[in-house]
């Protein structure tokens, strides 16, 4: 069973910086696809950052490309996502995600992730 646990969230000013956190547990990296997804209040939940297993292959929304910047370290089956130049519209609950997908189908967009963390809220000021 994959079990997924998200901290680092928080409340920052606009044009702050929060990293986020992802422990994961229970998988095999191989073939893996891990996401961040976000959720504001009213909002359906939208794809933030992916990155698959072999740690190269990244993609990103719109929205954040420039800003985030995921990464993993398999040493301590963790996932990263760095957020930078906070805006007031990045408050949300951000949740880590992850499945088994070949690398074409991973993504932030990817709607089929099987495992989901509980979530972090961030909230950004201005």
């Known amino acids: 069973q994959v079990h997924l646990v998200e901290s680092g969230g928080g409340s920052v000013q606009a044009g702050g910086s929060l990293r986020l956190s992802c422990a994961a547990s229970?998988?095999?990296?191989?073939?893996?696809?891990m996401g961040w997804l976000r959720q504001a209040p009213g909002n359906d939940r939208d794809g933030v950052a992916s990155?698959?297993?072999?740690?190269?292959?990244?993609a990103y929304a719109g929205s954040v490309k420039g800003r985030f910047t995921i990464s993993q370290d398999n040493a301590k089956n963790t996932v990263y996502l760095q957020m930078n130049s906070l805006e007031p519209e990045d408050t949300a609950m951000y949740y880590c995600?992850?499945?088994?997908?070949?690398?074409?189908?991973?993504?932030?967009?990817?709607?089929?992730?099987?495992?989901w963390g509980q979530g972090t809220q961030v909230t950004v000021s201005s």
């Open positions: 990155i698959y297993s072999d740690g190269v292959t990244t």
């Open positions: 229970g998988y095999t990296e191989s073939g893996t696809c």
């Open positions: 995600a992850a499945n088994y997908v070949p690398p074409a189908l991973c993504g932030p967009h990817y709607s089929g992730f099987r495992y």
